[in-house]
Every structure is written in C-alpha cells, then in structure tokens.
C-alpha cells in the first residue's frame, strides 16, 4: 500500500529473455549506425537536386574515394597511439614535412625509390623523437605532439616560403596516384594494404591486445608485465612512418607538395581516429570504424562543396566531428567498462 493507503502499481519486470534480444540487437545497430549514416548520406547527395547531376558519377567518387586516401593513412597512424589513450597532433605537420621534401627530392632527379624511403624517414625520425620525449623525459603526449607540430610547421615555412614545391614529378609516381585499376583509384588500394595490416596487427597479435590492454587499465597492465614505455613509444614511431607514407601518396596525387597540408587533413584525420569508436565495434577505436568515419566526412564535405557551400562550412563539418567523435568515445568507452 502507498501513502493514504493508495494501492501501488506493481513493478514492471522484463522477462530475461527479452532482455538477452535487445542487447545484441542495441549493439548490431550501435555497430552499424555510421555505415548506415554513410549510405544515407551517399543516397542524399545523388538525388538532391544541387548534386544530383555531379556527385554520383563515376569522375566525381573516384576522385572522392581517392583524395581521402591521405587523410585515411594519417587517421590510421593517429589511431595506434589512440588505442592505448595517447594523442599525436603531429600527424598533419608530420605529412606535410614528408611530402614537401619527397617533391623536392624527385624534383631534383631522386630515384623515386630513395624519396618514398625518404618521405617514410622522415616520418620514423619524427615518430623517435616523439617517442623519446614522451615515454624517457616524460612529457605529456599532446603538449609534445603539439609543439613538434610547430617545430615541424617551421621547418616546411623555411623550406618552401610558403609557396607550394611543384616540379618535374616522374610520371610513374603521378600515375600511381591518379590513375586507376579496373575503375578502382590506385591510392585506394594502397589504403586497402594499409588498412589490412593495420587491422591484422591490431586484432590479430600480441602487440595489439598489449594496446587495448593499456587503452583499457594501464595500472593492470602494468600488472601483467607489459613493458609500458616500449608499447607507447612503438605508436608514435608507427603513427610518424604511417603520416610519412601519407606524405609521398599526396605527392604522387598532386604532382608537387602543398605547404599547407597539415591544415587540411589534420581535423578530419582525428575526427575520423575518434569516431572510429563509435562504428563497426563501438567503444573501442578500431580501423574499420577509422575507414567508415573518413568517408562519411569526405561524403559530406564533398556533397557540400558541390552543393556551393562556402568553404568555412568545413571546419564546422570537422570540428564538430571532432567534438562528438571524442563524447561518443567516451561515453560508449565508459559504458563498455561499466
């Protein structure tokens, strides 16, 4: 009886079974919410009557699909560090630094062998240093990565003067970038490689359980004996050689280096990393999640600008993809540890 002595509603009780259905059909939908959104959004551009007549022809998504290649490979590479909850701003300026000396080396007759090992090397160098400061002088991860991104930007401004390095490009680099194989953009397949080993090493050793491992509880992993500081600096130096990688493929798309590529992919790269934990396994950043954020921000912005949206109208498409990619992350994060 209730006060006054009102009778009270018996408690609703969910059947057990009921219960066990709608986890696993809350998490098939968690899941594949974002593939879905990315469907939609390809559904919407091609029957709007601003971008019906472009956007679903076969020119426009090939150039689609391949111009996101650069930023996927730098997404990829922020998302190793990402997984055991450390942060790399450098990716931008690290595949910035890459392209513009993989241009200027081919420029100057370089084997294009040497300038991709080059471009790469770059890349490695900059992931060792970040490593260094991080994991042996201890310095916070976003404060090292951020400052490196300054050093990095300083470097590129003194090497071009912020004019974009365009020259003799051998033809074999630039065909590699922009052509095709059976209708397929070269550069996408290049990303499939990637993406490939990514999820293999990820999903499939040991060093990717150490990863989530410490994304997870570093204090247990600590516990089970896995070397912290080695783990953590390997992603930087993983992150720096992926973001070199994406440095020569921009080269080989663009037939040159534009100095100011770190603005370009920077947003979308760590909007894609974090979104990633809210597709295909949500609450843990995964490489397919990675791929399906990249292209439903590349869907959007792309749809956009042929819709005659002014360019500002970007940002607010890859900051807010930021911004909710990182609550998203968090609140499916917590919950999947609660």
């Not at 970038?177 to 999820?199: D, E, Q």
């Not at 911004?323 to 609140?331: D, L, N, S, W």
């Amino acid at each position: 009886m209730g006060a006054g002595g009102a009778p009270q509603a018996a408690p609703v009780v969910v059947p057990a079974r009921k219960r066990r259905l709608r986890k696993p059909i809350r998490a098939y939908l968690e899941a594949h919410a974002f593939l879905g959104l990315l469907v939609l959004a390809l559904v919407f551009f091609s029957v709007w009557p601003k971008t019906s007549a472009v956007f679903p022809t076969t020119a426009n998504l090939q150039i689609l699909f391949g111009s996101s290649t650069v930023a996927a490979i730098a997404a990829l590479g922020s998302l190793i560090p990402l997984v055991c909850n450390e942060w790399d701003l450098s990716i931008g300026a690290t595949a910035g630094l890459s392209s513009v000396f993989v241009a200027v080396a081919l420029t100057n007759g370089t084997s294009p062998f040497l300038a991709i090992a080059l471009g790469i090397g770059i890349g490695l160098a900059v992931g060792i240093v970040n490593a260094v400061l991080v994991t042996r002088l201890n310095v916070n991860a976003v404060i090292t990565t951020l400052g490196m991104s300054i050093i990095l930007a300083g470097i590129i401004s003194l090497k071009t003067g912020g004019v974009t390095v365009a020259g003799s490009i051998p033809v074999a680099v630039t065909n590699f970038g922009t052509l095709s194989w059976f209708g397929i953009p070269r550069s996408v397949v290049a990303l499939a490689v990637v993406a490939a080993i990514a999820y293999y090493v990820l999903d499939y050793t040991p060093y990717g359980r150490y990863l989530y491992a410490l994304g997870s509880n570093r204090s247990a992993a600590r516990l089970t004996g896995i070397r912290i500081k080695l783990v953590v600096g390997t992603t930087f130096v993983i992150a720096g050689a992926l973001c070199g990688a994406a440095g020569v493929l921009q080269v080989a798309r663009a037939g040159g280096a534009n100095p100011h590529l770190a603005d370009s992919i920077l947003l979308p790269a760590l909007a894609a990393a974090f979104l990633s934990a809210a597709a295909v396994r949500p609450g843990r950043y995964n490489v397919g999640g990675v791929l399906v954020s990249v292209y439903f921000l590349a869907v959007l912005n792309n749809g956009l600008n042929l819709a005659g949206a002014p360019e500002y109208v970007s940002n607010f498409v890859n900051g807010g993809a930021l911004i909710v990619g990182v609550g998203v992350a968090a609140r499916l994060g917590g919950r999947r540890e609660a």
